[in-house]
């Protein structure tokens, strides 16, 4: 598979209905009709129905909701919805850019009513394949959710695990983030093209990111090769989440890191480092960085993440769990979460998932064997 291609392919955002939590009709926020419903928009009298809008094609109604912040109004939502009562979150890392995310979808579902209590079992380790598999040893625990994105889609085949993601149930793909390059302020690099000039030079040059085939590696990996350099020459120093990382470039342990946009945002505004590049197509809203694409690099490439319940999960309790994520995703508490952390709003909920990960995976797999990531 070509790079280019596998860069199109991985770059396609799947994508599925969103949804508020209700109250009193707002005076400034449009009345949406049925034919164009989205969860969460507003809708203009009690009862209407929009066939088949909602996430896997289930109908939305236009209701008055009972709970979070927009609790009053007049929103299409599911009626039969039931909010959780707690979330028991496995973290295949250590604290970094995956609880984050976790964090961030607990506080928004807690805030909007949506969910009680959650807890975090931290469990680095083997490119996310030790959570995975301890993960896939919960039984008959339908509070039990896993966070994982590109990085473990990345981990499973460059530690040869016989694991596979998609034995577990696909709930949601919540957000895409960006990788940034970053480097101390102290660094005598002050652009990319410096960089790059040396590291052309020196191929060995010490560069920190997260773990074997994760994200950060891949995305390493892709600019080594669009900089005309053999990715398996370069010197890649694994860590177990964007906090090491960050110790790492600021002890001089390493030359320069990579890791989401988001885990270099306090040091990047605290001036401890420079970002000398960012992965997006277009310059990240207060993010001081320019885009690879900018400084003449075309390579695009950022990280989704998403939740898996368990394998034995009931098709009732799936089915109310995709819809109190996709109600989580229109409410205002998630938007200001994406908005904070510069995350795309890239969504997949329940089975649009599911066949999201089915062409990703063997995606992401080809990205690793071509660039010879493989353990």
Known sequence: MSLKKTLIAAAVALTSSALVISGTTSASA?????AKAKAGDECGRAGMVAKARGAEGLDLRCITMAYGTASGQLRWGYPDLKPLKNLDWVVPANPGGYSQTSTAISESLKKEGLLTTYSSTFKPG????????????????PESVLITGLAMAGGIPSNKSPLKLQASTPVAKVMREYQALAVPVTSKYKTLSAFLADWKA?????????????????????????????????????????????????????????SGSAEFQAQLVAGKIRVLAVSSAKR??????????????????????????????????????????????????WKGYLK????????????????????????????????????
Request: net charge neutral; charged share 20%.
């Open 340 to 375: 904070q952390y510069n995350w795309d709003d890239e969504w997949a909920a329940g089975k649009a998932f599911g066949s999201f990960l089915t062409i990703q995976l063997p995606l992401v797999a080809g990205v690793i064997k071509d660039l010879g990531l493989g353990g």
């Open 30 to 34: 449009a009345k949406v009709p049925s």
């Open 126 to 141: 083997a490119g996310g394949t030790t959570g995975l598999a301890f993960f896939q040893e919960i039984k008959a625990k």
């Open 202 to 258: 020196n191929p060995k040059l010490a560069i920190s990111g997260g773990s074997l085939g994760s994200t950060d590696h891949q995305f390493i990996g892709l600019l080594a090769k669009a900089a005309g350099i053999d990715p398996k020459a370069m010197n890649f120093v694994v860590h177990s989440g964007g906090p090491e990382v960050l110790v790492s470039i600021l002890s001089g342990a390493t030359i320069a890191g990579t």
């Open 284 to 333: 990240l809203p207060g993010y001081n960085a320019r885009t690879l694409k900018e400084q003449g690099v075309d390579l695009v490439y950022g990280n989704w993440r998403g939740v898996m319940a368990t394998a034995d999960l009931s098709e009732a309790d799936r089915l109310n769990m995709v819809k109190v994520f996709d109600t989580m995703r229109g409410t205002d508490t």
